[in-house]
């Protein structure tokens, strides 16, 4: 059975970079025919799909946050990374990594609240 466990610091400051990693145990990053995702959900707000990290090694981002988006992997560690950039208080959201196909979560990490302010 797959497990994700997101880590990452709870507070980040206005026009810093937000980074987090999403541990995987149980499948493979590698060599698994799902996608790695991101997925975050702010207060009150609904859940909006963020990108994802192929088998292959390529990555696929929204459109609303190409250019802000960054995912990586360590294969060998197994696991995957985000990174956003020039972040507002307005994305102060929970934050979750999950398994699926392409951008159809399936399974879910619990979640980290992310806080951006000064």
């Known amino acids: 059975q797959v497990q994700l466990q997101e880590s990452g610091p709870g507070l980040v400051k206005p026009s810093q970079v937000l980074s987090l990693t999403c541990s995987v145990s149980?499948?493979?990053?590698?060599?698994?025919?799902?996608?790695w995702s991101w997925i975050r959900q702010p207060p009150g707000k609904g859940l909006e799909w963020m990108g994802a990290i192929a088998s292959d090694g390529n990555t696929y981002y929204s459109p609303s946050l190409k250019g802000r988006t960054s995912i990586s992997r360590d294969t060998s560690k197994n696991y995957f990374s985000l990174q956003l950039s020039s972040v507002t208080p307005e994305e102060t959201a929970v934050y979750y990594c999950a398994r699926g196909i392409m951008a159809t979560p399936i399974d879910w990490g619990q979640g980290t609240k992310v806080t951006v302010s000064s």
């Open positions: 149980g499948d493979s990053i590698a060599t698994s025919y799902h996608a």
